[in-house]
């Protein structure tokens, strides 16, 4: 839980022109406030210089809020120029993740991430090579490294990067509630004081798309009860963002138990795992549903991944998924229950 030693990441940094800073595909709060707070101190402590780059469409209403309100700025992908740009940055991911590919013919200088992903962190397959990785799964969220880091160069972040980090790390441990230790709770408490507490509502509430409530009356009908595991296993989805969404969403459930839901968006069928089991940990769970054909991360209470659609159809992959899901829970052979009946068949209202 240590954060490395400040010296270390200097060495690690660009002698001249700027660097990149990346995050994974369709970034969350927890990405885009380790982002905003990494610029700001590499600025304050370093002297350096970076710009950061976002890949995938931000459509979470609360992530697109988030962007706008906090002016966070960005070159898309193909912004990134060589001779300008001499080393890219990766936060709250590492460069072996699938949903995860930063701009080429940049060397990667530096990993910050708190989760555990399908390779073995620091291996020589995986991020070895790589000047400056800190990677710690005791972490709730990468914006509480962040910030650690923040305390040991003894620089304090402006109200905007306040609210940024703060929203990382809220996001991530679900205020303090999911997987949060000592140091998420001692960012949680500094950020908070800092942050802009109005944004941080207006965050929190957007307003919502009537595609929101379609797709999410969609998912209350494909949920299976199977014990303790709901199962939302949903067709086309708006963005990979809905899926950890819906999870999210169907966790909250009077009861314990597991929410796995999948959705195919962009030649992949997504999945996310929550859970709130205490003591429980996600990520087993799904690296053992996702297998040899897909590939994923996690930590604690929840996790991610993808399967790609290249060579299965859908129907397979989700029959793949129900049917390992309901062997690592020890379900097999059960019948799946709706969650609720049959919609009235009322007509929608109109646009």
């Given at each position: 839980?240590?954060?490395?030693?400040?010296?270390?990441?200097?060495?690690?940094?660009?002698?001249?022109?700027?660097?990149?800073?990346?995050?994974?595909?369709?970034?969350?709060?927890?990405?885009?406030g380790a982002m905003a707070g990494l610029q700001f101190l590499l600025r304050a402590a370093f002297g350096v210089e970076a710009d950061l780059v976002l890949e995938g469409r931000i459509r979470r209403a609360e992530n697109l809020a988030m962007r706008r309100l906090l002016g966070i700025e960005a070159l898309p992908k193909g912004g990134v120029d060589p001779v300008q740009h001499k080393a890219v940055f990766i936060v709250d991911s590492q460069p072996t993740f699938s949903h995860t590919s930063p701009p080429g013919g940049v060397p990667?200088?530096?990993?910050?991430?708190?989760?555990?992903?399908?390779?073995?962190?620091?291996?020589?397959?995986?991020?070895?090579?790589?000047?400056?990785?800190?990677?710690?799964?005791?972490?709730?969220a990468t914006s509480t490294m962040v910030f650690r880091l923040f305390e040991a160069a003894g620089v304090e972040p402006d109200q905007r990067v306040a609210t940024a980090l703060f929203c990382g790390v809220r996001?991530?441990?679900?205020?303090?509630?999911?997987?949060?230790?000592?140091?998420?709770?001692?960012?949680?408490e500094a950020l908070h004081r800092l942050a802009d507490r109005k944004l941080?509502?207006?965050?929190d509430q957007p307003s919502l798309s009537r595609e929101y409530f379609r797709q999410m009356a969609e998912s209350i009908h494909a949920c299976e009860t199977y014990g303790p595991l709901l199962l939302i296993l949903m067709?086309?989805?708006?963005?990979?963002?809905a899926v950890a969404e819906i999870a999210d969403w169907f966790v909250r459930l009077?009861?314990?138990?597991?929410?796995?839901?999948?959705?195919?968006?962009?030649?992949?069928?997504?999945?996310?795992?929550?859970?709130?089991?205490?003591?429980?940990?996600?990520?087993?769970?799904?690296?053992?549903?996702?297998?040899?054909?897909?590939?994923?991360?996690?930590?604690?209470?929840m996790a991610g991944g993808q399967i790609p659609l290249t060579d299965r159809s859908l129907e397979e992959v989700q029959a793949l998924v129900r049917s390992r899901a309901l062997e690592v829970f020890g379900l097999g052979g059960q019948t799946g229950r709706a969650l609720v009946g049959d919609p009235s068949g009322r007509p929608a209202v109109a646009d």
């Open positions: 839980m240590t954060p490395p030693d400040l010296d270390h990441l200097h060495a690690a940094l660009p002698a001249e022109g700027r660097l990149v800073l990346c995050t994974h595909r369709h970034p969350d709060p927890d990405g885009l990667v200088v530096g990993v910050v991430d708190h989760h555990r992903g399908t390779e073995a962190n620091g291996s020589e397959e995986g991020l070895g090579g790589i000047p400056f990785v800190w990677v710690d799964p005791d972490y709730g996001y991530d441990t679900n205020d303090l509630a999911r997987d949060a230790g000592e140091a998420d709770e001692r960012a949680y941080v509502a207006a965050i067709g086309e989805v708006s963005s990979p963002e009077e009861g314990k138990q597991w929410s796995l839901a999948g959705g195919a968006c962009d030649g992949v069928y997504q999945v996310s795992l929550r859970t709130d089991m205490p003591g429980a940990d996600a990520y087993p769970a799904l690296r053992f549903i996702l297998g040899e054909e897909g590939a994923c991360g996690g930590h604690g209470r």
